[in-house]
């Protein structure tokens, strides 16, 4: 293989830190289970845990590799692009490690694997997410954005918002009670969604205004929220008010809600801060 194949090099065979010290991260959190693994730090049912840990950062990634382009428009960091490819192949790496993890746990039983998926409406989704996460790694590759044209490629790869979806609906079905982190990612899809439908309608010169992008966080926030209102109303018949209001009340922990505005917030400053001169340009027209 040539060398500037590699993963961690540009495009002219040099290494670039950005994608070496992506491609180092990637491995993290498989070697992190696998270590909590082999220690006996994932609990009484450590396979089971195992499945989840790896399911879960394969949702982390995929969001993630949605949050480059948003992030690099916004902060005018173009060269965050060249990582994206790299965190999506990772995602797919991640929810393959899920399934056969899940294979795995059933005695590779394979015809009660196909009946569970078959069965569990939950399954059935989370493996839907995964056949379409494989058709987009599979064209990945320069090479095959030359064979299907670049406009055909890019409808193919819009469906990772619908895959994120299916893995958020997988994630929330499968939690019940424990709806701390789906809630969080339900509200973080919320706002890619929604940055994606402004930015074709709002964007100047590619880039969202940030008023935008601090109505959206507010958005995001009270969607949040209400959702989660709405599914303790409807499931455990919890009051919406009471719901609503322990959303800013830290007695029971930081609520989703909180975490989702702690996103857009920093989004917003970090945009609302690149967007400011330099002080060095201040300083110079102060003195002209």
């Not at 992030?71 to 393959?96: E, P």
């Not at 490690?97 to 939950?122: N, P, T, W």
């Not at 982190?181 to 402004?198: D, H, N, Q, S, T």
Request: hydrophobic residues 60%; glycine residues 6%; contains cysteine.
């Amino acid at each position: 293989m040539s060398p500037r194949f590699f993963p961690w090099k540009d495009y002219s065979g040099r290494i670039s830190p950005l994608k070496l010290v992506v491609f180092v991260a990637l491995f993290c959190p498989a070697l992190w289970t696998l270590l909590c693994f082999f220690m006996g730090w994932l609990g009484a049912r450590p396979f089971s845990e195992a499945i989840h840990q790896v399911g879960l950062w394969t949702i982390r990634l995929i969001f993630l590799a949605l949050l480059v382009t948003p992030t690099r428009q916004i902060l005018q960091w173009s060269r965050l692009l060249v990582v994206r490819r790299m965190i999506g192949v990772a995602a797919f790496a991640y929810a393959l490690g899920h399934f056969s993890l899940y294979v795995a746990d059933q005695a590779f039983d394979l015809v009660k694997v196909a009946s569970e998926i078959a069965l569990r409406i939950y399954l059935t989704i989370g493996f839907a997410a995964l056949i379409g996460l494989a058709a987009l790694a599979a064209t990945s590759t320069d090479g095959m954005i030359k064979r299907m044209g670049s406009r055909n490629w890019m409808r193919l790869h819009r469906y990772i918002y619908l895959i994120a979806v299916l893995a958020v609906i997988h994630y929330c079905m499968q939690s019940k009670l424990d709806l701390w982190e789906p809630m969080i990612m339900a509200g973080l899809l919320v706002w890619l969604l929604g940055y994606r439908l402004l930015h074709r309608r709002f964007a100047v010169r590619q880039r969202l205004p940030l008023a935008w992008v601090a109505a959206l966080g507010t958005v995001a926030v009270l969607v949040t929220a209400g959702g989660e209102a709405t599914y303790f109303a409807l499931a455990y018949h919890a009051p919406v008010m009471r719901v609503l209001s322990a959303n800013w009340s830290f007695l029971l922990g930081v609520r989703p809600a909180v975490v989702v505005l702690g996103f857009a917030g920093v989004v917003t400053a970090a945009g609302a801060a690149r967007a400011m001169p330099p002080l060095w340009a201040k300083r110079r027209t102060g003195f002209a």
